[in-house]
């Protein structure tokens, strides 16, 4: 076991070159879209160069050194995930990014012939909830568009938690799907799994966990979690952007049909037809970002070498500062759970009177990026009512400072915009 | 403060207290325009009576999105159809100047307080969203 220093938010911020820039005439950057996307340590932004100066060749393909080498740092990169993430190398799947990893298993349910247990009929129903990403929702809308299926779907009660109370209404015994996010994009909110794993696997549903907001500020492991398929993008992990990645059970993945079909995923060819290889080579159709997935890789190491725990706690610390100032200012509406109990580092609001778009654009003017609009999660944003919000998001890098700044802002744009 | 050039006061005042707001009874052609990035949405009337135009417009967004529609409807109420194209294409030029344009203030009147939007890229569809919607009204009515 190895020991973790209290994470020292300066400290590290010497590890991102972006830190030492400004913007807008010489403000300094208070980086608060972590939601969105992270920025990058030096260590990333050198492993993904370094790949191309040392190792590039395409990898799985040809006998020569490179590509030895090649292949070689790239499947490292899928160990690395997969200790990350406690699973095996083999249920690791590299994507372009977490979207896409969504749509691999919706367009496999759809490439599943009758017969297989992903095959989807008109009396099958997919379950998602009010509070997904649109990364995933589409997806399963349009799924269940082409096979029939019945989409239903968790709300979202007045304090940002899903309602469970009809959970066996909601999945029924026809589910054959259960996606939901672990992290909300939007509130913050931390979901609850268990009820509604026991549930999902008592009805044979399987679970797919959108990551993308949990598995960069949290520890996640896939076999204590209990979720059957899982997603995560690398560029909202401290890695590059165009890597993501799909975990999926072994027993699950044997049976998951391809999605997009080519080079490298298949086991024989002929002029008529083609078998596919075993997984994960089955899901990487064509040469993937191998420079990307070694960027991944090694953010994830610098990830554990901080400790996940203790990113998670620093989160906390700053989330519970911002609510602390928030809470006490009447002319502002928090979005989702007011206290610390299952949630991330994730902070929407709205300040009466501003729009989030002239707020964003105020605070911009005082170098802090924060998120505005609907944040792909529009449903979301109909069910609380608004048309935007104003997103503050943290990540190991943010200061108490940068929380301070934040909420002065909020009250010189209340001044600018003549409000209070 | 280059944040002074995007919100000019005339900007502000118009959010504050927008013109021509509210749909109309009577009109010959109504548009909707959302704007998907930031979600802002616009419902414009546009009515012709002996040759004159007549706006109302109603809507949910930003202050450069609101104060757009309402300097809008000011300005092209009561000109000719004919009349309100060459103002559309002086705003939409202005608009993709890139601040390099201060705008005509003979055809453009209050709308030239929109030159410094032109140097905030994220911001420009916000101005337009008003405008855009004119356009594809007008392309409506002439039919």
């Known amino acids: ?420 | 403060m280059q944040l002074d050039n995007l919100y000019q006061e005339v900007i502000l005042d118009h959010y504050k207290h927008p013109e021509h707001k509210g749909l109309l009874q009577e009109f010959d052609v109504q548009v909707h325009h959302v704007n998907p990035s930031c979600g802002d949405e616009l419902t414009l009337n546009l009515s012709l009576k002996d040759g004159h135009l007549i706006l109302g417009w109603d809507g949910v967004g930003c202050a450069i999105s609101m104060a757009s529609a309402s300097i809008m409807a000011s300005l092209l109420t009561g000109k000719g159809i004919n009349e309100s194209q060459p103002i559309l294409d002086a705003f939409v030029a202005l608009m993709q100047s890139k601040g390099a344009q201060s705008g005509d203030e003979e055809v453009l009147e209050d709308a030239v307080a929109f030159a410094g939007v032109s140097q905030f890229p994220a911001r420009i569809k916000c101005a337009l969203l008003a405008w855009m919607a004119y356009k594809d009204a007008s392309i409506q009515i002439r039919k």
Request: net charge negative.
């Open chain 1, 1 to 420: 076991m190895s020991i973790e220093l209290a994470l020292d938010p300066y400290l590290i911020r010497s590890d991102f070159p972006i830190f030492n820039r400004t913007v807008r005439d010489n403000k300094r950057l208070i980086y608060l879209d972590n939601g969105a996307t992270s920025q990058k340590p030096e260590v990333v932004i050198e492993a993904e160069a370094n790949f191309y100066r040392n190792t590039n060749a395409a990898v799985h393909r040809g006998a020569h050194h490179l590509a030895e080498e090649a292949t070689e740092a790239y499947e490292e990169a899928r160990d690395s995930v997969s200790e990350f993430l406690g699973a095996k190398p083999s249920e690791v799947i590299f994507t372009k990014n977490a979207t896409e990893a969504i749509n691999l298993l919706a367009y496999a349910f759809t490439n599943a012939e009758s017969g297989n247990r992903f095959h989807l009929t008109p009396q099958d129903r997919i379950v998602v909830t009010e509070m997904e990403h649109h990364a995933n929702l589409i997806p399963w809308q349009q799924l269940a568009k082409r096979s029939g299926a019945h989409l239903g779907w968790f709300c979202v009660d007045d304090e940002g938690r899903l309602d469970l109370s009809d959970i066996d209404s909601i999945i029924t015994e026809s589910t054959k799907i259960v996606a939901l996010t672990h992290q909300s994009n939007v509130l913050g909110t931390i979901n609850p799994l268990g009820a509604i794993i026991a549930r999902a696997h008592q009805v044979g549903a399987i679970v797919v966990l959108d990551a993308c907001q949990s598995v960069p500020h949290m520890e996640v492991d896939v076999a204590s979690l209990g979720v059957d398929f899982l997603a995560f993008s690398g560029h909202k992990t401290l890695g590059p952007t165009g890597v993501g990645v799909l975990w999926g059970r072994s027993e699950l993945l044997e049976d998951l049909p391809p999605f997009l079909f080519g080079g490298s995923m298949i086991e024989t060819v002929t002029m008529t037809g083609a078998t596919w290889a075993a997984p994960p080579t089955r899901f990487e159709a064509g040469v993937p970002n191998m420079a990307q997935a070694v960027g991944l890789s090694t953010a994830l190491k610098y990830l554990s070498n901080v400790g996940m725990r203790n990113i998670h706690a620093h989160e906390m610390k700053l989330t519970e500062r911002l609510l602390d100032a928030l809470n006490e200012k009447k002319s502002v509406t928090i979005f989702g759970p007011k206290n610390l109990e299952m949630r991330g580092g994730v902070v929407s609001f709205a300040v009466e009177g501003i729009h989030p778009h002239d707020l964003g654009q105020f605070l911009d003017s005082h170098g802090i990026a924060v998120r505005t609009g609907h944040h792909c999660a529009w449903p979301l944003n109909r069910k609380l009512g608004v048309v935007a919000t104003t997103r503050a998001s943290f990540y190991l890098y943010n200061t108490d400072a940068d929380v301070d700044e934040l909420v002065i802002g909020i009250n010189a744009a209340e001044k600018y915009f003549g409000t209070i």
